[in-house]
């Protein structure tokens, strides 16, 4: 079974600053790996995944992120955050098992990320 | 192209009641799945629907079961509500092939009292 850990519950940060959310998994097996966002009261966004290839991820909104293999993580990292980067974030992951995947995604427990002017 | 739309927005039972919520996916696909996010926490997996069959289910019980149509449209029912029931259900629609990328709707709050 995979697991998902998200290290920081909240992250506070000022807006032009960067910031880095990390995130860390556990699987038998390669995965694909994904970010999304939620702001309040709406559904999930897709930020940016990992399917295979180059390691570092470009995504919307000017994140990126970059898989570690050795270190089994998957950190979304923003150079200077906005004020409308406020929302909660989520990493997950998926199993990479060919033809006989369906695509359940695990999810971590969410960061909040609040950006103060 | 139509994203992924849930209806109803919000909704209020009472313990012991059935509810239904329904799902529409994005053009083209033809595989959904519900997840489960309760408050404060990541969405938990329930199962998926592919060509009307389920295809994967999550550790949830069988008062949990759902169906999908022809046009690929697909709801989710819950018998005898308890008061975890309470959270948010979202609606994820992708292609069977789509390495697991899913397109999420906006979600239905269920509040069960």
């Known amino acids: 079974a995979q697991s998902v850990t998200q290290l920081d519950s909240q992250v506070p940060v000022f807006e032009e600053a960067p910031v880095e959310l990390r995130c860390n998994y556990s699987?038998?097996?390669?995965?694909?790996l994904f970010w999304y966002v939620q702001y309040p009261n709406q559904g999930l966004q897709l930020l940016l995944k990992y399917l295979s290839g180059s390691t570092l991820v470009k995504g919307i909104n000017g994140f990126e992120a970059e898989f570690n293999k050795s270190q089994t993580s998957f950190h979304l990292r923003k150079p200077s955050v906005h004020i409308s980067d406020t929302a909660e974030y989520f990493c997950a992951v998926s199993v990479n098992a060919g033809g006989t995947s369906y695509g359940k995604l695990t999810f971590g427990q969410g960061t909040i990320l609040t950006v103060h002017p | 192209e139509t994203g992924v739309t849930q209806s109803p927005t919000h909704l209020i039972k009472t313990r012991g009641q059935q509810v239904t919520l329904r799902c529409s996916s994005q053009?083209?696909?033809?595989?959904v799945s519900w997840y489960q996010q309760a408050l404060g926490q990541g969405p938990q997996f329930i199962f998926q629907?592919?060509?009307?069959?389920?295809?994967g289910r999550g550790n949830f019980p069988p008062r949990f079961s759902g169906l999908q149509f022809p046009n690929y449209s697909s709801e989710l029912n819950v018998n005898a509500l308890e008061l975890d029931d309470s959270a948010l259900y979202l609606c994820?629609?992708?292609?069977?092939?789509?390495?697991?990328?899913?397109?999420f709707g906006p979600g239905t709050r269920l509040t069960v009292l």
């Open positions: 994820a629609s992708s292609l069977v092939a789509g390495f697991g990328e899913q397109f």
């Open positions: 053009s083209g696909h033809n595989t």
């Open positions: 699987s038998s097996v390669s995965v694909y």
């Open positions: 629907y592919y060509r009307e069959e389920e295809n």
